[in-house]
């Protein structure tokens, strides 16, 4: 995540090896150095890179060239006002110091001028002229590098020639004319060349291309401006750039959006070119109608025309509709924070667009009598200036008044509320030319007192300050009710009907229909009126301060609302009292008020009729959403009225209503949770614990054991509170638990129905691989005819894919190219090595004369020697062996394979004619042999294995291919033709056909040698072809393959044994059977762009930082070695080396191991290299689409192996293929800081730089801050300027390849900005500024820890088919994909962590997306449809604070803008997740706090609202409502055991010892039972594993969760159920959320014991303490009355917990029990503690900063939180009182003096220490002995009081104890509320005793925690035993090893300092 440290003010610190800022005298030592020059003087780089490129050539130029530099620098900024521009002039001049002289040695001609005369013509000579007939894309770039350097170059020789008064050359000033005029057209482009040399590029060829820009190009009829210069070529954006003043490369960059959006949408209309180029105008229609659908909404509810006017003649109608659309496009790309506006965009379009309409329609202004002109335009950058630039002022202004997101939210505007302000008529004030007094612009009143600069303004105008509009976020935990109040209402009025039917009657649920029961159970009506009432009184409250901006029949329906509900809440309660005879005690008051006469029934009845009716009608709208849908959007008048009562009138949240079918399913669902959840509490919970109460409620009490206040309280009413409310908390709480079982089954069967899991192992894979080619057919190849296809339920559970026939040779050879290709990048990411990769493979060049399908070596592997041995023991039963052999289809494929090849090889190895007669005759033998069946009869089987040898020798001498080997393949063959003649045949009549051609055995004479030789078959000269002359790919593929099938040995059953290739190999293979729509051809698909924002975290690991070993010793790449084993040693076999210290050697090799190293990290390089799959994948689809049959047959590898060559043909096959992916795939990296990184020579931004070049198509997009020179110049200061800027590398290939290739990056389009980009959060504002350069119909956010694999990108083009297709109501417009979690290797934490997410991503979102229909946007890999989004705020939200977690954001705001958010299962993305327990609990912790932001946002509101019930529940339970669960969770412990402590300590609990609702209590059993379920993770657990036994089966989730246990899986969760409870309910109190960046490292490393309290203190040590308290204090009082087990029941999982909390951090601390890291992290500690803090001392190296910085949330808190937390502390106070009673010394008396005196005790102990730190102060240094005798005296005195005390009144140890469990709470709580009234504790001084006090608790609070963990570590096995459970196995062990190594290492270190 690019995280968001205060903007991008202060570049990051480069960690560099040397570190090299500008200030550096080596300037230039680098190619890098033109990159690193000030921002002020950006003009000079172009300059010096010249330098930098000709400075091979001639030293002399260059140097003149670097002079030349540093004249313009000292021009541009004389006075060296810059940053940094003094030390980068001073640098500089030293060089040209140390130049001159040699280079003016080395000079060739007379003077300066010649030299550089001379050398400008060579250039242009060698390079301008050689290259200007370039038709391709490369040459392209050259020709425009050449250009520009020659221009350049012409620049530095008219300067020398001025310098020396010459003339320059008519000749060479003619060259420059062309090529000053070149330059200019040849601009760096992004994706079209658009000028007129490049029309014969492949992607200007595209007829689709080619008329959208044709129709762009169509000006006629427009009215240009007078003193317009129109150049060739100009189009329609060129005209509204000079009418509205947009800035020139917006211009460029929207023009290109345009044409490429255009021709995408053109050719899925037209799927067959035609040729002649025109523009479809349903093309225009459908982008039009994307575009503008928001636009045409928001008219509509503000009920005003809309600018979109079309003219009446058919021909202008096309030219018409592009200006609209660029238009909207040029205000979009240049509106930068604007956009996350777009109603706000909507309002300046509606009054642009209606000037647009105003000038072509050629009216005439009223006021001037000329024509109609903009009202902000004309010169350059008006739009800018005069339009965004003041919204974006008041964003900003806003944005400073947040504090940095520390105030409170209701005293600022963010996004939202600026943006809301444009959805009310009101916004039309504002005016156009925008007023500036508007009420709009005002800021409050008291920031103007404080801004000196605006005085001109009138005071007065800043109590217009608009304010909130339509929503405050207040912090209050009443925004859950708010939100979600129908859902609460619906809890609280179960629970009152089931105590009312349990507490009457039989207790039986029937025994409600019993008239006295039902009466009773009516009065839920008055309770559900009381509640409303609430709600009203609520609304009213927390919208107060929105008042200003709120419309008068909103505020009407808000006190009408209060008003009736009022009324309502006076009738019901009236009408009940009069429908009882005898009416119980609340009804008999009510009926006293009012006169006591006779009872109507009817009357009650009625008035719940009335008051029901609102409900009925919903309840009926609710079950036709069609009708709902149509009336929330219609803007009738009658209509408004009758929804303006049931809900106000929104712009958003109108009409989300689903269909039918969807909304019966997720209303199933629900019911049947409720109903489940209900009966449990009912029987469980409720009914049973009714009796007891009543029994409790009928017994006196009268002997208490403190001093009791109410000792005439009526019925045990304390009693039955402490009973009930554990039990309450929980069935509020339960509902998540039933969410998690239900939510468990039904994703279970969704995922069974869309056939997960159905190849998980790679048996399954080998059973069903021949179905596979056609099921990759079926999906990744694009179909050309129409097929019919199957429906319905049959179809999906019988979809089987026909085996592919031998002889549909396309067919086979498109799955050999897209499987190989897979293969080939298992390969090249080292999954996988060469052996296994050969057996993997299949032939890409299919062998014709084969007659059968070539499988994968890995299926047919040791088929060969089983076949042989079977048919060696045949013993001639031929049925019997066939049969055996067809039984294994796989065998029987392979045996005939290599039977096929055999013969074609001896076929076409052997050229003589007599011995082809020989071997023709033998074939033919054998093949009528088999037709008959009766080979195995006939020839002798059991010399097979000889042959077989012999013909293995063959084929090894075949693949080597030497000459000299040629004699011994003769013999070879001579030996062949005997076993198959004399041993295997028998047959005579061979035999002598031998013979007979070697001639008759008649003369025995001496023949001459040389004739002996013609004599012997196969030995002549030319019979047998051999060495072969030429070798063809396809024959070593088929050699080698064959080698492989007869050789090997042993069965591949464990190919691939990387178990990360395994499950991407089965993942994938199961994909393609499940159901996804068809892929189109790559040029019909949608295009689509992804985009990755980052900021400063690793690009790419560097050799120092991979090698350099942590304090264990363990290095990164050491690290990494041993969790990747088998990865490591594929890696070595890669670059052909045998160990680690080869690599050192060559600079390739070590950019290898970064490499290799950081595709195993979570860095840029991965995610890029993952996300350029997507091209790859393009390319190669893109080829087997366009190949004709020769290609194919030829393949794809073919075609890369000869790009070079080919490139040089525009239309060749690669070039189509390149530009078609081009077309429809960009990738855009958003590195905030880059510019930043580049001028300060960080070696992230020659990281960033080296993925530009290897990746030609990524793109970079960064803002870029420059300082310009002021012109004035009395400023000092010169003003900064922000670009957004898109860069690409510059890729000049040299001519003469000789020459060192320069790395650099070129400019294609800056943008200008208004201001800073960074004005909420990081990554959205990233986000927001690049998502301008993204391009297509799709886009993907993807975020810096993902990966992407080949195999899923092939997929892509299918999934984004699922835009079009209808999904219920409506279309998507976000498609999620799964997750697939990397990291889950790394330690046992990872593991657990990946398994949490892995659920989430795969089973929680199915489930979410289907049926409940409430998936949202949850991080990143998911596409959203980008039209749909440009035109409604963007991927995400930016507000300071409020949108924290920004992508759930995008969620919300996709569906209430009526967007439809769905799930595939069919694809995924990797992602990384955090791997230690600090990082992991940072993340929670920012989680939480993002969860508490969204409570109070306005979009949960919303959907709470807006949503119908089951839906609106879905949504509770699955967002906040799981953190708001956590939370009662927690607080259930602490209820319970407060209540326990009350019956404890008051004596209540011995009282009423005999009652079983003390003694044995099931109901509370099972309700603390269901929270410890909560708290140990089972929520998590459950659909976890039904997930895992899905996806790897059953058996393997059952060990997994066993080996989970084992590890302490429940530790950690219980852990993390405290983070996430503290985070999310402190920041609903108080606020204090921050992007917390957690850092993507690999974690081995040992976190300190002061580092850990710091982060866990306040979250879990202290209330982990103040538990350990509670349940120590029930342990010593209430032991004698109480039953054992049910006290270990009740209490167990409440110690697990504590223990938990405050010990987990130690045991998941790598090495965490080492003695030696123990007294390390004791000093550290000490010092820690004892540090003063003071400005500027950070909190890592002080108590207390850290102190200071850990309260400075209750600052910012208001005054609401600071009551409520008083009321908190409140707590810590009743132990005292209720211990204070349980001492020996007060066992007799109960007054309420013993509480006096113990309060006495206290102060005079803060007295004493008070005292003594003062005198300390005040009489050390002179009075010192007297000090030291009061100390002494102090002392004697205490030892004197206790001894007496001791003595005299039998004080016990027990009373010790006691009093210290006494007085430490009461402390505590003295200071908490202390801290909570700062200011006024400040004011009484006494805030340094508060410090000292505090520090003492800190003290303790440490000694406790840290004593266990040293004793612990006193025992060796302890710490062994941790790293067992820590880590994997591997890396342990290696962990052992290293350690002592390092101890080695240390010892040697020592002894030489000796």
């Known amino acids: 995540m690019s995280s968001s440290r205060a903007g991008a003010d202060q570049p990051p610190q480069p960690q560099r090896r040397i570190q090299r800022t500008q200030t550096a005298g080596n300037l230039g030592e680098t190619a890098f150095d033109s990159e690193v ?349 005069k339009v965004v630039t003041p919204i974006y002022k008041v964003i900003a202004e806003e944005a400073d008044r947040s504090k940095r997101g520390k105030s409170k939210h209701s005293q600022w505007r963010n996004y939202d509320d600026i943006n809301e302000y444009f959805w009310s008529v009101d916004c039309f004030r504002l005016g156009w030319p925008m007023r500036a007094d508007a009420d709009f612009f005002c800021m409050p009143s008291e920031q103007r007192y404080l801004d000196k600069s605006s005085e001109d303004h009138k005071p007065a105008s800043g109590d217009r300050w608009v304010g909130k509009v339509n929503f405050v976020e207040i912090r209050s935990f009443w925004h859950i009710f708010r939100s979600f109040d129908r859902m609460w209402s619906f809890f609280i009025l179960c629970l009152q009907v089931m105590i009312i039917v349990a507490w009457n009657g039989s207790g039986q649920p029937t025994s409600i229909f019993s008239a006295d029961v039902f009466k009773k159970a009516l009065s839920v009506f008055i309770t559900a009126a009381i509640l409303k009432l609430g709600q009203a009184v609520l609304d009213v409250i927390l919208s107060w301060k929105s008042r200003r901006s709120m419309s008068f029949h909103v505020k009407l329906r808000y006190i009408a609302k209060v008003i009736s509900a009022a009324a309502w809440v006076i009738i019901l309660p009236v009408t009940y009292a009069y429908t009882w005879e005898n009416p119980p005690g609340f009804a008999q008051t009510i009926k006293g008020w009012f006169g006591n006469n006779s009872n109507s029934p009817s009357l009650f009845i009625l008035a719940v009729v009335i008051y029901l009716s609102p409900n009925m009608l919903a309840g009926v709208l609710f079950l036709f959403p069609f009708i709902r849908r149509f009336l929330e959007r219609s803007n009738y008048r009658i209509v408004m009225l009758m929804m303006w009562w049931s809900q106000p009138r929104l712009y958003v949240g109108r009409g989300m209503h689903e269909g039918t079918f969807s909304l019966f399913k997720y209303t199933m669902f629900w019911v049947l949770l409720i109903v489940t959840k209900l009966a449990f509490s009912y029987y469980i919970e409720i009914k049973p614990l009714v009796g007891p109460t009543k029994a409790i409620m009928k017994v006196r009490i009268t002997t208490f054991q403190w001093h009791e206040f109410f000792p005439r309280a009526k019925n045990n009413i304390g009693v039955v509170i402490a009973l009930w409310a554990p039990i309450i908390l929980v069935y509020f709480m339960d509902t998540q638990i039933w969410y998690a079982i239900y939510s468990t089954i039904f994703g279970g069967i969704y995922g069974a129905f869309r056939r997960l899991g159905e190849i998980r192992t790679l048996g399954m894979l080998r059973s069903r691989f021949e ?16 097929e019919p296809k199957k429906k319905g339920l049959k179809a999906t559970l019988s979809r089987t894919f026909g085996q592919v026939e031998g002889s549909k040779e396309k067919q086979a050879a498109r799955f050999a190219q897209l499987w190989n290709k897979i293969i080939s990048s298992f390969r090249e990411e080292d999954l996988i090595n060469n052996r296994e990769m050969d057996l993997l493979l299949v032939p890409y060049w299919a062998d014709r004369d084969l007659d059968l399908i070539q499988w994968p070596p890995f299926l047919l592997a040791s088929k060969i020697p089983i076949a042989l041995d079977m048919a060696k023991d045949s013993n001639g039963k031929d049925k019997e062996l066939t049969k055996r052999i067809l039984a294994d289809e796989y065998m029987h494929c392979a045996v005939r394979e290599c039977y096929a090849s055999f013969r074609n090889i001896i076929k076409f190895l052997v050229q003589g004619n007599r011995e082809k007669e020989v071997i023709e005759y033998i074939f033919s033998e054998v093949d009528k042999h088999i037709e008959e069946g009766d080979l195995i009869r006939e020839f002798k089987m059991s010399a097979l294995p000889s042959l077989y040898d012999h013909f293995v020798r063959l084929i090894d001498f075949l693949s080597k291919n030497n000459q000299d080997d040629r004699d011994q393949v003769v013999i070879l063959f001579q030996d062949m ?72 040995k042993e069965s591949a059953m464990d190919v691939p044994s990387n178990l990360e290739a395994r499950r991407r190999i089965s993942f994938f293979s199961n994909s393609l059977f499940m159901d996804m729509p068809p892929a189109p051809k790559v040029r019909n698909m949608l295009s689509f762009s992804v985009l990755t924002p980052y900021y400063t975290e690793e690009v790419l690991f560097s050799i120092e930082g991979l090698e350099r070993p942590n304090e264990d010793g363990v290095s990164i790449l050491f690290y990494l070695q041993k969790i990747f084993p088998d990865e490591w040693n594929n890696f070595l076999e890669r670059v052909k080396c045998q160990s680690e210290d080869e690599l050192k050697g060559s600079d390739e090799l070590e950019e290898e191991l970064r490499l290799w190293a950081s595709y195993r990290g979570q860095t840029l390089t991965r995610t890029v290299r993952g996300m350029m799959y997507y091209r790859k994948a393009l390319e190669l689809q893109a080829f087997l689409d366009m190949a004709k049959d020769e290609d194919l047959m030829q393949g794809y590898k073919a075609i890369e192996l000869n790009s070079e060559d080919q490139s040089k043909e525009g239309r060749s096959l690669w070039a189509q293929g390149q530009a078609v992916a081009d077309m429809k795939f960009t990738y855009v990296v958003s590195c905030q800081l880059y510019g930043i990184q580049k001028r300060s020579g960080d070696y992230r931004a020659q990281d960033i730089l080296r993925l530009m070049t290897t990746y030609p198509s990524l793109r970079v997009a960064y803002i870029d801050e420059v300082e ?392 879990h040590f202290v209330k982990g303490i103040e538990l350990l308290i509670l349940l120590v204090v029930y342990q010593i009082f209430g032991h004698t009355y109480r039953s054992a087990v049910a006290y270990i029941l009740i209490t167990v999982s409440m110690w697990f917990m504590v223990v938990t909390w405050l010990f987990a951090p130690f045991l998941f601390n790598p090495s965490g029990f080492e003695w030696q890291k123990i007294v390390d992290d004791w000093t550290d500690w000490n010092k820690w503690i004892s540090n003063r803090g003071g400005i500027g001392v950070p909190p890592e190296k002080s108590w207390e900063s850290w102190w200071e910085e850990e309260q400075e949330h209750l600052r910012h808190s208001g005054k609401r939180g600071i009551v409520v937390e008083i009321l908190l502390s409140l707590r810590f106070f009743i132990y005292q009182y209720g211990l204070v009673y349980h001492l020996n010394i007060a066992k007799k008396t109960k007054s309420v003096l013993v509480y006096g005196i113990s309060w006495l005790v206290i102060v005079l102990i803060l007295f004493v220490m008070k005292t003594v730190s003062v005198g300390r102060r005040k009489f050390s240094a002179e009075y010192q002995l007297v000090f030291r005798l009061i100390k002494g005296l102090i002392f004697v005195t205490f030892v004197a009081i206790l001894v007496t005390l001791i003595v005299l009144p039998h004080m016990t140890l027990q009373d010790i104890i006691v009093c210290i469990l006494a007085f430490m709470p009461t402390g505590w709580g003295m200071l908490m509320i202390a801290q909570a009234c700062k200011p006024l504790v400040q004011k009484a001084g006494l805030w340094p005793s508060v410090r000292t006090l505090a520090r003492g608790f800190e003290i303790v609070m440490g000694l406790l925690l840290f004593t266990p963990v040293a004793f612990l570590a006193w025992f060796p096995f302890v710490s062994e035993f941790q790293t067992r459970m820590l880590f994997n196995q591997a890396f342990s062990r290696g962990l052992q090893i290293s350690r002592i190594l390092g101890g080695q290492r240390k010892d040697r270190s020592s002894r030489n300092k000796d």
């Open 977 to 1048: 033709l005997e076993v198959v003649t004399r041993d295997i045949m028998m047959e005579d009549h061979i035999t002598s056909l031998v013979d007979s051609v070697h001639g008759g055995s008649g003369h025995e004479g001496m023949i001459p040698l040389d004739q002996h030789q013609q004599h012997q078959l196969f030995a002549s000269a030319g019979a047998i072809k051999f060495p072969l002359t030429h070798v063809t790919e396809a024959w070593k593929e088929k050699i080698n393959r064959l080698y492989l099938l007869l050789t090997t």
């Open 771 to 786: 179905s596979l080619p056609g099921a990759f057919n079926a999906r990744l190849i694009p179909v050309d005819k129409s």
């Open 1268 to 1659: 310009e020179p002021s012109k004035d110049r009395s400023q000092k200061i010169n003003q900064k300027a922000y670009y957004s800027t898109l860069v690409k590398a510059a890729m000049p290939k040299s001519i003469d390849s000789s020459e060192p290739v320069q790395n650099l990056d070129q400019v294609i389009y800056r943008i200008k900005l208004p201001g800073p980009a960074i004005l909420g959060e990081g990554k959205p504002e990233n986000q927001n500024h690049a998502i301008i350069f993204t391009r297509g119909e799709g886009l993907q956010t993807i975020d810096m820890n993902q990966d992407n694999y080949m195999e899923e990108a092939l997929k892509m083009r299918n999934l984004l088919q699922e835009f079009l297709k209808h999904d219920g109501v409506r279309h998507p417009t976000i498609l999620g994909l799964r997750e697939h979690i990397f990291t889950g290797s790394v330690s046992s934490l990872a593991w657990f962590m990946s398994n949490q997410e892995n659920s989430f991503v795969t089973i929680g979102q199915r489930l979410l997306a289907n049926p409940l229909k409430v998936r949202f946007h949850y991080g990143h890999p998911d596409v959203f449809d980008r039209l749909f989004h440009l035109s409604r705020g963007g991927v995400s939200k930016a507000s300071k604070i409020i949108n924290l977690s920004e992508d759930i954001f995008a969620g919300f705001n996709s569906t209430l803008r009526e967007g439809n958010v769905t799930h595939h299962e069919y694809i995924q993305v990797g992602k990384g997740r955090d791997v230690g327990l600090n990082q992991i609990s940072m993340f929670e912790a920012k989680i939480a706090n993002g969860n508490g932001e969204q409570t109070l946002s306005r979009d949960i509101y919303r959907l709470g609202h807006r949503f119908d019930f089951f839906r609106m529940l879905s949504c509770y339970f699955t967002t906040i409502g799981f953190y708001y669960s956590t939370l009662i969770t927690v607080l259930t412990v602490y209820v319970f055991l407060y209540g326990r402590l009350y019956l404890v300590l008051s004596g209540l609990e011995e009282g009423l010892n005999t009652q079983e609702a003390i003694r044995d209590n099931k109901p509370l059993q099972v309700a603390l039972a269901s929270q410890s379920f909560v708290q140990i993770g089972f929520l998590m657990a459950l659909p976890m594993l039904m997930e895992i036994g899905l996806e790897k089966g059953f058996r393997t989730a059952l060990s997994e969760f066993v080996l989970m246990q084992l590890q302490l899986a429940p530790v950690f969760f219980t852990f993390s159920l405290g983070t996430k409870t503290h985070y999310y309910g402190r920041t609903l109190l108080h606020g204090g959320a921050k992007y917390r960046s957690t850092g993507r490292g690999f974690v081995v490393f040992h976190a300190k014991f002061a580092d850990n309290y710091r982060l866990y203190s306040r979250s």
């Open 37 to 385: 020059v000030p921002s002020s003087l950006v003009e000079i780089a172009p300059i010096l890179r010249v330098a930098n490129e000709v400075e091979s050539h001639n030293p002399r130029v260059a140097y003149l060239c670097r002079f030349y530099a540093f004249e313009k620098a000292h021009r541009l900024d004389p006075t060296s006002s810059g940053r940094g521009v003094r030390q980068f002039k001073t640098a500089l001049l030293q060089r040209l110091e140390r130049e001159n002289d040699p280079t003016l040695m080395g000079r060739v001609k007379k003077s300066d001028a010649r030299e550089m005369q001379s050398f400008y013509q060579h250039y242009y000579k060698k390079y301008i002229q050689a290259l200007q007939n370039a038709a391709d894309k490369a040459d392209r770039a050259q020709l425009t590098k050449a250009y520009q350097t020659a221009n350049v170059l012409f620049e530095v020789l008219k300067a020398v020639n001025m310098t020396q008064s010459m003339e320059v050359d008519r000749e060479i000033l003619e060259a420059h004319g062309k090529v000053a005029e070149k330059t200019e057209l040849l601009v760096p482009y992004n994706i079209l060349p658009l000028d007129p040399d490049s029309t014969n590029q492949a992607i200007m060829k595209y007829p689709e291309i080619l008329a959208a820009v044709l129709a762009l190009r169509n000006t006629r009829g427009l009215p240009w401006p007078k003193e317009y210069k129109k150049k060739k070529d100009e189009d329609v954006l060129d005209w509204l750039q000079s009418m509205f003043g947009f800035q020139k490369d917006n211009v460029a960059n929207q023009r290109e959006h345009l044409i490429l959006l255009l021709a995408n949408v053109h050719i899925r209309q037209f799927p067959k070119p035609d040729q002649q180029p025109k523009l479809d105008d349903r093309a225009l229609t459908e982008v039009m109608k994307k575009l503008f659908k928001n636009y045409k909404k928001w008219c509509k509810y503000l009920g005003r025309k809309s600018s979109l006017w079309l003219p009446t003649i058919q021909q202008e109608v096309q030219q018409r509709k592009l200006l609209y659309m660029g238009l909207y496009l040029l205000i979009w790309g240049e509106a930068a924070n604007l956009r996350f506006m777009p109603e706000c965009l909507c309002y300046i379009y509606h009054h642009m667009a209606f000037e647009l309409y105003g000038m072509l329609a050629g009216n005439v202004s009223p006021m001037t009598g000329e024509n109609v002109k903009p009202a902000y335009g004309g010169e350059e950058e008006a739009f800018l200036k």
